[in-house]
């Protein structure tokens, strides 16, 4: 091309892109690295005292921190493994179901779809509502349905808060894999599927031999984005159980304890902005190195169909 | 023939129960907000025969509400304005350019999407202080948009991409600017892709009660989401007006939502689903 | 003109000035303080004295903000060090806010600019000083009292003739209770810090009061006492009274059933009735001591200097901050604490005429006893709080024992309290 346009062109890329690039790396690359760096240093509440080495994650790994970290991490794991199994298969379910089905197909859409865009406050408040063990309405059905033994404090015990919890998260955000999925489904080419009929195979194998092969790419977008919410769950665990993962820590997280960490507690309100970040490094450590082996491990599959 | 209406009905069956469990909850929801407190904690179940409307006039004017929901407006539409902008001129140079250096900025962009604002809440905290931009919506601003622009980048600069190289060397034998390209010619053609970016942008940062409970002081800079949070801590016990809160807070999105639908879907799975 | 009629004209022109100056921007500001608290339950008390400040001091306007008590310590926290915090701040008594007044963020009170505080005897004053320097920072406002708080009603419709003076004779109390048909006790597990008050209130007869504070504080005796694992037994032997699914039941709904009559007892502090009045401002209200372990213990009531008034050390209002922390410990307000929201004020002369708030004056003065947690122990991390209230909530389903609960609250102690350090 003309110097005259690659001249015009790299003033373009001045003034367009790096108004863009500078936003970034002010806002998100600057103070992401800034994270790291704190967790070398020792803190007196929000100052920055002197280098400390490795010293914070000797405390992380250290009691009263281990207990809580080592549970934080399990629930979230399970977090990762339930959602994983329900939430993507109900997704599908829901998308294959709506490809099936031609019958109020644009009303499915909606309501399937329509819990993804409510607030995590809003939606923690409602069922906090719902499932309160004296006024709310599940309980009172339970009951009324004559297996008042079933009528837990889901929320408040122990063993049932964070499956409750997980519940309450697949409500939410199924719709999301759904369309997905069904997105994936419709951009199938029908020819495929219509002359596998005309040979005579049953739904059931079109399924698992050309459908199902064909959302590899949609399903690596949802098990990366999977991961990646399920270690960074927070906003509906805070919401519900507070940043002490109410009831005795049954539904703390990682991200739970960080914000404890970071900002303090109702009982004593000292936090510790040291053991803070280096949690904050092994967070980003951990769902960096998911995201991106799960992401290569599924693309290979991708290709290989 | 028999097998296949039968597994459609089945189809059917699945999606009518996932809708009773979508919508009995919100239903249950929108009643109870019509309630007056005390009746509620009687008969959770009962109709509300008599619309309590009450309830919203409190929200409302004790609530404080509708200072909260223009400070939302605000924040949220920065937000938006900043981010169409940036990500249209950063998307159209990644798209449509080859230069060296572009596959490598392209890449770190998209890393910025595995960055969670709130990982990185305290040096953004010491930063925005350094900066003054704290309890500031401005400063709240720019925060969610360098959250949002990796994506909002990523939608663009796809969309600009498959637009027809053609067009670019008529407009430039015509005389036009690189900026007038951009402008006149091709941004009228991405549109499908700026409204996706607005909506997938948009509605995490409208939900968002996190980044305010930390970056906003000022009671009244408070966002609706973040407003919510104050509300429950006054009003607890009092069901009706709780609910009647819910109701408000989420309404706004509800009627965009079930007006704009089809966007909203294309909008928010966009992320996800290639091309 | 002559020069010497310029000068003497600008020299009159600047005498005008100056004196004006100052008296028109008196005139015509108006300062505005903000003012922050974490009792969102005592929000239209406090506006309704608020008005009362601003009418005998015109000119000053005060923004009173209540915050979610969960959150006050993080939003406070973020506040002061983003330089956007309040001016005048309700500060959490002991260590509850260490942390924030090690940092320099409250500025020193003095009996000059304060004479409230000469009033105060030593240890009201010790809940609002700083934690590494004892230097004064708040005007404590209120002391709490722990204790059982009943149903009248209901316990005459139950067959309770005499109130419980033995554990005993409280269990007693509640199986007749029940009987009736009414629960016996509004408390319940949803909530960390109920339990823990809960516990504050019932233990101390079984740990050994003050002089099991004093020995633990001196390094005497450990958490493992054996008076202390009782104590936390008896948490624990409370859930069978509380209501069905209690784990579940949170500190509102909680106190709900005490408030709309359902329950008879509710164990906790003071400050607990004006909320209950808040919610049913027909129900009467008794209260009593909580009884002793069995007829050769001692009766105990947990009491400590609960919240006091703060101002922050970078406030650009002090002149208007200081009126307004000297309104806050006049004898007027205290007066009004106690009479709308059953406070215990800290301010003397103050007449108590609410029945139950003047049971409970006057055991507190008798039989008072430090809340061990709160008074003793909330200076670093682990604080015991911090392992007791998940800890209770364990508890009352079984999920641990009360000997390993001690042990847990010991070895949190002993990692940073120096006369506990190396003791099990």
Redesign the interface.
């Known amino acids: 091309m003309s110097s005259a ?1 690659r001249r ?6 001045g ?3 790096i ?3 500078a ?2 790396i ?7 690295l ?2 790291l760096s ?1 967790a070398f240093f020792s803190w ?4 920055r005292n002197t280098f400390a080495g490795f010293e914070n994650f000797q405390k992380l790994f250290a ?2 921190y281990l207990d809580q970290l080592v549970a934080a991490l399990r629930h979230n794991t399970i977090a990762f493994v339930v959602i994983m199994t329900f939430q993507t298969s109900l997704g599908l ?2 998308a ?3 490809f ?2 031609k ?2 197909l644009r ?16 939606v923690g ?3 906090q ?9 599940i ?2 059905i339970i009951t009324g349905l004559g297996v008042p033994d079933l ?8 063993s049932t808060a964070l499956p409750t919890l997980m519940f309450i998260n697949l ?1 939410r955000w199924v719709g ?1 894999p759904a ?2 999925f069904l ?2 489904l419709n951009a199938i080419n029908s020819e495929y599927i219509e002359a596998a009929r005309i040979d005579g195979a ?2 059931g194998q079109i399924f698992r031999k050309i459908i199902f092969p064909l959302l590899a ?2 399903l690596t ?2 098990t990366v ?1 999977t991961f ?1 919410g399920a270690y ?1 769950w ?2 509906l665990p ?2 519900i159980g ?3 993962g ?4 049954a539904t703390d997280t990682l ?1 739970l304890m ?2 404890r960490l ?12 040291g053991v ?2 280096a949690l ?1 490094v092994l ?2 450590t951990l ?2 190195l998911g ?1 991106a082996f799960g992401s290569a491990l599924l693309r290979r599959r991708e290709v290989e169909q | 023939m028999i097998k296949l209406l039968a597994s459609r009905t089945f189809f059917q069956s699945v999606l009518i129960i996932n809708s009773l469990i979508v919508l009995l909850p919100v239903l249950f929801l929108f009643n109870s907000s019509l309630r007056e407190s005390n009746e509620f904690a009687r008969t959770p179940f009962a109709l509300a025969r008599d619309p309590f409307w009450e309830n919203y006039q409190r929200v409302w004017s004790e609530g404080e509400f509708g200072s909260y929901f223009i400070n939302s407006l605000v924040i949220t539409g920065g937000s938006l304005i900043l981010i169409l902008i940036l990500a249209l001129g950063a998307g159209f140079v990644l798209g449509r350019y080859t230069f060296k250096g572009n596959n490598i900025i392209f890449a770190f962009i998209l890393t910025g999407m595995l960055v969670p604002a709130k990982l990185a809440i305290l040096p953004l905290f010491i930063q925005l202080k350094w900066m003054n931009l704290l309890d500031s919506r401005l400063g709240l601003i720019l925060v969610y948009t360098s959250a949002a622009l990796p994506a909002a980048i990523f939608i663009m600069s796809g969309f600009f991409k498959s637009l027809p190289t053609d067009l670019d060397n008529a407009a430039r034998i015509d005389g036009a600017s690189e900026f007038k390209l951009l402008s006149k010619v091709l941004v009228p053609l991405v549109r499908p892709g700026m409204a996706i970016v607005a909506i997938y942008s948009a509605i995490p940062i409208w939900n968002d009660f996190f980044l305010p409970l930390v970056f906003l002081q000022s009671p009244e800079k408070k966002t609706l989401m973040q407003g919510l949070t104050v509300f429950f801590g006054q009003y607890a016990s009092q069901w009706g007006v709780l609910f009647a809160g819910l109701c408000l807070a989420a309404l706004p999105l509800v009627v965009l939502y079930l007006i704009l639908s089809e966007q909203f879907i294309k909008g928010l799975t966009a992320g996800a689903v290639k091309g | 003109m002559k020069i010497s009629k310029i000068r003497g004209l600008v020299a009159a022109l600047f005498a005008a000035v100056t004196v004006v100056a100052p008296g028109a921007s008196i005139a015509s500001a108006n300062t505005e303080i903000t003012f922050w608290s974490w009792r969102t339950e005592d929000k239209a008390f406090y506006e309704s004295q608020i008005k009362l400040f601003e009418a005998k001091n015109p000119g000053i306007t005060v923004k009173f903000t209540p915050y979610l008590n969960t959150e006050y310590n993080a939003i406070v926290a973020t506040a002061l060090t983003a330089g956007k915090g309040p001016d005048v701040i309700q500060m959490r008594p002991y260590g509850g806010m260490a942390n924030l007044s090690d940092a320099g963020n409250f500025m020193p009170l003095t009996t000059a600019e304060v004479p409230a505080l000469k009033k105060l005897p030593a240890g009201i004053l010790a809940g609002a000083q700083g934690y590494k320097d004892k230097k004064q920072y708040g005007l404590p406002y209120a002391v709490s009292a722990l204790g059982v708080m009943y149903n009248p009603d209901i316990l005459e419709k139950a067959g309770v003739r005499a109130l419980p003076q033995t554990w005993a004779q409280l269990q007693t109390a509640f199986n007749k209770v029940k009987k009736a048909g009414f629960l016996p006790l509004g408390n319940a597990g949803g909530n960390g810090p109920a339990l823990e008050q809960l516990h504050a209130t019932v233990g101390p007869t079984f740990y050994g009061g003050t002089a099991f504070f004093n020995d633990v504080v001196a390094g005497k005796k450990t958490f493992t006492d054996k008076g202390y694992v009782a104590s936390l037994k008896a948490v624990a032997d409370l859930a069978k009274w509380m209501p069905a699914n209690y784990q579940g039941i949170d500190y509102n709904t909680a106190r709900g059933l005490f408030a709309n009559e359902k329950a008879a007892f509710y164990i906790g502090g003071n400050y607990e009735i004006g909320y209950f009045r808040s919610l049913n401002p027909s129900i009467t209200i008794g209260w009593f001591p909580a009884p002793k372990a069995n007829a050769g213990a001692k009766r105990y009531v947990g009491t400590w200097a609960d919240g006091a008034y703060a101002i922050n050390a970078k406030t650009t209002q002090k002149a208007a901050a200081l009126k307004l922390i000297n309104f806050l410990g006049t004898k007027e307000f205290g007066q009004a604490l106690v009479d709308e929201i059953a406070f215990i004020p800290t301010a003397p002369y103050v007449k108590i005429n609410d029945p139950a708030v003047k049971e409970i004056n006057r055991w507190r003065t008798t039989l008072g006893t430090p809340f061990l947690n709160v008074v003793g122990f909330r200076f670093e991390n682990p604080t015991s709080s911090s392992i007791l209230q998940p800890g209770f909530q364990k508890l009352i389903v079984g999920g641990t024992t009360p000997e390993q609960l001690a042990k847990d609250v010991q070895t949190a102690v002993a990692s940073w309290y120096a006369p506990q350090k190396g003791k099990s």
């Open positions: 346009l015009e062109q790299n003033r373009t890329i003034t367009l892109l108004p863009a690039l936003v970034i002010i806002f998100t690359t600057v103070p992401a800034t994270t704190y007196d509440g929000f100052q009691y009263p379910l829901f294959y179901a709506m099936r089905v019958r109020g009303f499915y859409r909606v309501v399937v779809f329509l819990p993804v865009i409510f607030s995590l406050v809003v408040y409602l069922w509502s719902l499932l309160d063990p004296y006024y709310g309405p309980n009172q009528a837990k404090p889901w929320l408040g015990d122990t409500w999301f369309i997905v997105a994936g049953s739904e790419p949609s977008i949802i984005l990646i960074e927070f906003d805070f919401v507070g940043s002490n109410s009831p005795a820590g991200a960080f914000y970071s900002f303090g507690s109702i009982d004593s309100g000292a936090n510790n902005v803070g970040s904050g967070i980003f769902v960096g995201a």
